[in-house]
């Protein structure tokens, strides 16, 4: 009997396992498949931000060493051999994972966990045996798989999703993408520095459409500088295949057919919460829209069974299922945990960086909030001149009446790592003066955060 089984292993199904662990539970995990990590450690975050970092390096050599004065000849990639790197970084991390429920002495179980009743779950094995194990508590954190669209029916062979795209064994001449969100871009901004001609075809009228307009009106820029076709404002009817070759048919917002060409068709229109065959129908919970409904304690329908990451309400990131994971274990340990979801930060990791936090500049002309707003371009940076990186801007938001911090959104080099400052000063309710006055580091990327706040708090940065 466990004091608590937790049914997947991914980032937000791990970290609960750990925090239980910590919190002196008799704990269990079920995977169904054979490493832990789940979508993000396996087919998702890591081996999508180590094909980011070795092509940027690739284009880096090809594009950018000369202004350094580095001449390179002779370059050329080797996609295996960069495969491999990125299989040998997902095999560290999930070793990773699976050395920390030893050393947390969590019982892994590995198969398709489903609930029997509220206290019992079965796991069907991949050799065909089930076993079955006993549960006071139960974390549902299975996650998520990638969605489609009508008329669009993914083989996995020509019609791709993100797990098949980071494992081709060839580069291709060309690909088409449906869908300006993160996953299309970044896997977009892989393929086109290998040098595939990559059209991304959006229905929205912009890319990044969940994040602050700014931020992807700027990165379009950026990105069609470097390759990549845009069409937004395209309904995608159908795709069908021809041997080695994809059709995508769409229309355009005059309404006119229009077709897409590629090699493949990558398919990024979002994510869908797996839930299949997990046995929620004998214990009385019903999906809503896909998503298993919870109170604001995590807690599902049935007492003592919750629910957190992609299977739930909320963004789908792997950061925000850690910190559920871990408030659910504190709040089953009798603590008060605490989760700020507006000071959850989204990240988009093509170069530049893309991240935000807090209330887009849409939000709060919505909520008809009074706000100032201060930007501060990367142009204007001296670190950023040094380092032939000027793309990008840091755009604060802060209410108009007392200065405090509402959102802040960001594009640039090194932003997933610069949004933290942001989180923080959401996180304590900061005003955008504090943080003017805080010293930050001469010459470094973190200025443009001071300046930004000084832009919003007095219209006065020094450096513009």
Request: charged share 25%; hydrophobic share 40%.
């Amino acid at each position: 009997m466990y004091d608590v089984t937790i049914i997947g292993s991914g980032p937000g199904g791990y970290v609960a396992a750990i925090r239980c662990a910590q919190l002196g539970m008799k704990t269990a995990i079920i995977e169904r498949y054979s490493t832990l990590g789940g979508t993000c450690l396996n087919v998702g975050c890591i081996p999508s931000k180590a094909l980011l970092d070795s092509t940027e390096h690739y284009h880096l050599a090809k594009h950018s060493f000369d202004v350094h004065g580095i001449e390179v000849s002779g370059l050329k990639v080797d996609l295996a051999r960069m495969m491999q790197r990125k299989n040998e970084v997902v095999q560290q991390t999930c070793d990773g994972v699976q050395y920390l429920m030893k050393k947390n002495k969590i019982d892994v179980y590995h198969g398709h966990g489903s609930f029997v009743n509220a206290h019992a779950i079965e796991i069907a094995k991949t050799d065909g045996t089930k076993d079955s194990l006993e549960t006071d508590k139960t974390i549902i954190a299975t996650g998520s798989k990638p969605s489609s669209i009508p008329g669009v029916e993914i083989d996995k062979q020509r019609i791709i999703t993100s797990t098949e795209a980071l494992t081709l064994e060839k580069i291709p001449e060309e690909m088409v993408i449906i869908g300006g969100g993160v996953i299309g871009l970044e896997l977009g901004q892989v393929y086109a520095r290998l040098g595939t001609k990559v059209r991304v075809i959006e229905y929205l009228n912009s890319i990044l459409p969940t994040m602050d307009r700014a931020l992807g009106k700027e990165l379009q820029r950026v990105l069609k500088k470097g390759g990549m076709e845009f069409y937004l404002s395209h309904t995608v009817k159908n795709a069908t295949v021809q041997g080695e070759k994809v059709t995508v048919i769409a229309d355009n917002k005059k309404g006119e057919e229009v077709s897409f060409s590629g090699d493949y068709c990558l398919v990024a229109v979002g994510r869908r919460p797996y839930t299949d065959k997990l046995g929620l129908e004998n214990i009385g919970i019903q999906t809503e829209k896909g998503q298993i409904p919870v109170n604001d304690h995590l807690e599902t329908s049935v007492p003592g069974i919750y629910a957190i990451g992609d299977v739930i309400r909320g963004a789908m990131l792997a950061h925000k299922a850690e910190e559920e994971g871990v408030y659910v274990a504190e709040y089953m340990a009798g603590q008060r945990p605490h989760i700020n979801y507006l000071a959850i930060p989204g990240v988009v990791y093509t170069w530049p960086e893309v991240a935000s936090v807090g209330h887009t500049e849409e939000e709060l002309k919505d909520k008809g909030l009074a706000y100032k707003s201060g930007s501060f371009p990367f142009k204007a940076l001296g670190r950023a001149r040094a380092a032939n990186e000027t793309d990008g801007f840091i755009k604060v938001l802060a209410d108009k009446e007392t200065d405090e911090i509402l959102g802040v959104h960001m594009i640039g080099a090194r932003i997933a790592d610069l949004i933290a400052e942001a989180v923080v000063a959401l996180e304590y309710r900061a005003s955008a003066e504090d943080i003017a006055r805080i010293s930050h580091a001469h010459p470094t990327f973190t200025e443009a955060m001071k300046e930004a706040c000084l832009a919003a708090t007095e219209k006065r940065p020094i450096h513009l």
